[in-house]
Structure formats: structure tokens, C-alpha cells
């Protein structure tokens, strides 16, 4: 941990001491979103997956999940508010056979019991330990952070898990529940400078008709070059697809 020049103490995924040695990537699970970021998330990275409600956060977490589960790629979901059941439910209108995948030990989807911080974070590193998960899901890092006091507190344990997930070749997808009208990527204003990349879902409204359409916006991407285009995109049959040629309200 660095100490800045007025004394106080910063954590930041920057001072990973072990970088990847090479650029190696891993599949959104979006259609259409891997070619635009150079074949995925950087393995190892801590994403921030950003949205107001009803965006589609928790299906595009599921998503990513279904995906690594599918090419033998473990992973594990934290869902901090909803039950698995009601989760899988929820996602049953979408072609993924999620109990296959948790029957044959590729998808654990785990509640914590105890909401305390370092009980949250040890069930995490050992839920990926004991699967061998190369992905992670938490639904929400809003609510997590909500049991710390601090925003130092918070800072560190973006920083802690992100050394974890590191450590064990794993990537994670940090779901953030933003208010409406808010300018902010984030619940505590800052996981989108510790976090490696930042996705933003929206539904942007059309000025002229009123109507919504849903968009998706890589808004930063270690490693990357991508576009900074609001990229219109449907939840369908197989998830979410995005459409990056199609005019954004055509
Ligand atoms: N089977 C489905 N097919 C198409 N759209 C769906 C389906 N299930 C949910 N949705 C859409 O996704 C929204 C919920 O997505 P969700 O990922 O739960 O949002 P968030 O986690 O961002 O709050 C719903 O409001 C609905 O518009
Ligand atoms: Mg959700």
C-alpha cells in the first residue's frame, strides 16, 4: 500500500505487484461484445458492472457465468439479496441450463447467511478456491459495501479481491446499483478508479419520441482499445445481444 505526500494511505489495483504476463482474454458471453474489446475482459480483471434497475446487470452476470460454464470455465455468484431459487427462476426464460452446470460443479451460486464483511470475503475466495472458479459474479457490490463504514474500508476490499481473484487467474464482475440521474459509475464514487474496467448499462430515451432503448457503454478497459460509442442492445432468447452498427434510435 503507497502512502501519498499528504499522508494518507491508497489502495489500488495499479500496485498489483504480479501483472499478467500476457494479454489473455475472456468471454463477456454477450453477443457481439467480445470483438470490440479485443476478445474479452482481461483475464484476471475486476470489472465494474454498472446500471440503474431493470437494466439487465444480473442477467448479463448470469450470462458471463453461462458462458464460462459452457467452454468448462467454473464460476461462482454471489448474490447478496436474492435467493438461488428465485434466481434461477428469474433466469429460466433464457435457453441456460443453470442446474446442469451447478449439478456438475461449474456454477455455484451462493447466499452469504452472515452479512458481515470479512465472513462476505472469506466465503467468496473460498467458494472460487473450492470450484477452481475462473469467474465471479457479485450481485450486488453495492449492498457488500454497504456492511463496511468506511470508504477506506471499501476501497480496500476492492483492492483486497482484486489481489485475490488475481492471484487465482480469476475474473470478476462487480455489479454497481446506480440511482436514476446520478452522473456516478459507482455506490461509493470511486470503485470505477480502483476497478480495471467499467461497463454501463442504460436505457437511453430518444429526445424526439420519448421512447427507451436499451444501450451499453464500455466506459473504460484496461488494456484496451475500444469505442466510446453507446452501443444499442436486446435481452433475448440467449441473453443479451448488442447491435454496435445499428443506429442508436433507428
Ligand atoms: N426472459 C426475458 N426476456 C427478455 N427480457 C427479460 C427477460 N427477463 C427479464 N427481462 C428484462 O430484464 C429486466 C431485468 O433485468 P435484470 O438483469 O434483472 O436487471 P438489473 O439487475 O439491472 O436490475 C426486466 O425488467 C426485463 O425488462
Ligand atoms: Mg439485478
Not at 458471453?29 to 465494474?48: A, K, N, R, T
Not at 446442469?100 to 472469506?122: C, N, Q, T, W
Amino acid at each position: 500500500m503507497k502512502k501519498s505526500s499528504n499522508g494518507s494511505s491508497k489502495v489500488s489495483a495499479a500496485d498489483d505487484p504480479d501483472p499478467p504476463a500476457k494479454d489473455v482474454r475472456v468471454c463477456t458471453g454477450v453477443h457481439g461484445l467480445d470483438g470490440l474489446l479485443g476478445g474479452g475482459f482481461p483475464v484476471g480483471s475486476f470489472i465494474l458492472l454498472s446500471g440503474t434497475c431493470g437494466t439487465g446487470k444480473s442477467i448479463m452476470g448470469m450470462q458471463f457465468l453461462y458462458e464460462g460454464a459452457e467452454k468448462g470455465e467454473p464460476g461462482v455468484y454471489l448474490s447478496m439479496e436474492e435467493e438461488p431459487d428465485r434466481l434461477i427462476y428469474d433466469m429460466s426464460g433464457f435457453s441456460w441450463d443453470l442446474r446442469k452446470h451447478m449439478d456438475e460443479g461449474r456454477l455455484v451460486i451462493a447466499k452469504p447467511e452472515i452479512y458481515e464483511s470479512d465472513a462476505i470475503k472469506r466465503m467468496i475466495v473460498d467458494s472460487v478456491e473450492r470450484i477452481g472458479a475462473k469467474r465471479l459474479v457479485i450481485d450486488s457490490f453495492t449492498l457488500l459495501s454497504s456492511y463496511l463504514e468506511h470508504p477506506f474500508d471499501v476501497r480496500k476490499m476492492v483492492f483486497d479481491l482484486s489481489r485475490e481473484i488475481k492471484k487465482l487467474n480469476c475474473t470478476a464482475l462487480a455489479i454497481s446499483d446506480v440511482q436514476e440521474g446520478t452522473h456516478s459509475y459507482s455506490t461509493n464514487g470511486f470503485e470505477e478508479f480502483v476497478a480495471d474496467g467499467v461497463v454501463v448499462l442504460s436505457l437511453t430515451q430518444a429526445s424526439a419520441t420519448g421512447a427507451y432503448t436499451r444501450t451499453l457503454l464500455v466506459r473504460k478497459m484496461r488494456a484496451t482499445q475500444h469505442s466510446l460509442k453507446l452501443m444499442p442492445f436486446k435481452i433475448e432468447k440467449g441473453g443479451l445481444k448488442l447491435y454496435p452498427e445499428a443506429e442508436l434510435f433507428g
